[in-house]
């Protein structure tokens, strides 16, 4: 089976980003949010970002229009039935995203290939709330999916060999760069990542040096293009704690435990670029 027809849940940046990306590159795109609104709000960002690449001279005229027309949007979740492969990417809530996988194998044919986006939380929970574990597996793009080249393809214990090929070929069609990973919390990226973020807040916490200095100091000293602080607030600090959280709890690692300033800042509403302040200030 080759995948053609691709749905994707969620109304926030990456599935709109992972929209843009495959409808660019010849897939038919269902965009599904609980809230008619949102996903036609989606859609307005998708011709946004287009438009702004017309302007730059990266995507013509002819090619924005192609690409927004392969692309609708819906509330009706029984919209995704007809899919080839359906790409989750709500909440980072392991409930959530359960409840969510139960609803998506009841509605799509037997064919369709169930994934999911996290960062972090285990597949294999997900592939056992379905009739078709053999179909679900983890493709996790980054943020933002438009520019970033790389897409960790995990394999839970459940998933066929074919799956995997499958959704492989899927993200090499949009221009990605797969590598495959087991079904373990913070497949490749994240288990290397996090504890840096992390440990870089202990060394603040610690007084080590300020922010803008350990910030300066990692861009300058390992050509990072943006320092621990700033990337966290790009991430945002309630996603960096839930991933530290689900991180230590399978590892039990000291260095996935989050520093309490994190957890602080995050019961302070600082949660990054989304909140306006975090680490630093963007009200300014």
Known sequence: MAIKRLGIVGSGIMGSGIAECAARNGF??????????????????????????????????????????????????????????????????????KHLFNELDRICGEHTILATNTSTLPVIELAMETGRPEKVCGVHFFNPATVMSLVEIVRPLTVSDDVVGEVRSFAEACGKTPVIVKDQAGFIVNALLFPYLNNAVRLLELGVASKEDIDEAMKGGCGFPMGPFALLDLVGLDTSLAILDALYDEYRDPNYSPVPRLRRMVTAELLGRKSGKGFYDYHR
């Open 28 to 97: 038919e795109v269902v965009l599904r949010s609980r809230r008619q609104e949102t996903a036609d709000a989606m859609v307005a960002g998708m011709e946004k970002s287009l438009a702004k690449q017309v302007e730059k001279g990266k995507v013509s005229e002819e090619d924005r229009q192609t690409t927004l027309s392969r692309v609708s949007a819906t509330s009706d979740i029984a919209e995704l039935a007809e899919c080839d492969l359906v790409i989750e990417s709500i909440v980072e809530d392991l409930a959530a995203k």
